[in-house]
């Protein structure tokens, strides 16, 4: 550490080499004592911070091991889950299906046999008419 009389010392010589306004501005940017940081101070600290910056990167490592371990834990369910899902759906679909089937079966069923009624009642009902008409040609030729 330097003292007062050895600053002082040193702004003399400077005064005289340099004069008064630049020897003011040396002194003014040479740091306090106080400031100032040894080697051996530098060293220590960047020893202290290889030695966390090294902790800080295993216990990250650590972490983004468990995370990727969630990670596929949490994957792995999901797939099992959609999978019994889509078997859920697949048999729910398959179900409706075969209901919409017989359903359907059923009303061609039924339609067919509307279609069979109506057509007998329209052969007979044209049957009737036929005859109905032929009566009328027969009736209207024996009163000529």
């Known amino acids: 550490m330097t003292t007062h009389a050895e600053k ?3 702004y003399a010589v400077l005064q005289e080499v340099l004069g008064s306004r630049p020897a003011d501005t040396l002194m003014e940017m040479i740091p306090q004592s106080e400031q ?5 101070d530098l060293e220590v600290t960047t020893t202290v911070l ?19 371990g969630d990670l596929k834990t949490d994957m792995a369910d999901l797939r099992v889950e959609l999978k019994s899902e889509m078997s859920d759906l697949r048999v729910e679909l398959k179900s409706d299906m075969a209901e919409l089937r017989g359903d359907l079966k059923g009303d061609m069923a039924e339609l067919r046999a509307d279609i069979r009624s109506q057509t007998r009642t329209f052969v007979v009902t044209q049957t009737a008419t036929v005859f109905g008409v032929a009566g009328l040609v027969v009736a209207i030729q024996q009163l000529l």
């Open 8 to 10: 002082s010392a040193l």
């Open 36 to 40: 100032l940081a040894s080697k051996s």
């Open 50 to 68: 290889r030695s966390d910056m090294q902790e800080m990167r295993r216990e990250l490592k650590a972490e983004m091991v468990d995370l990727r």
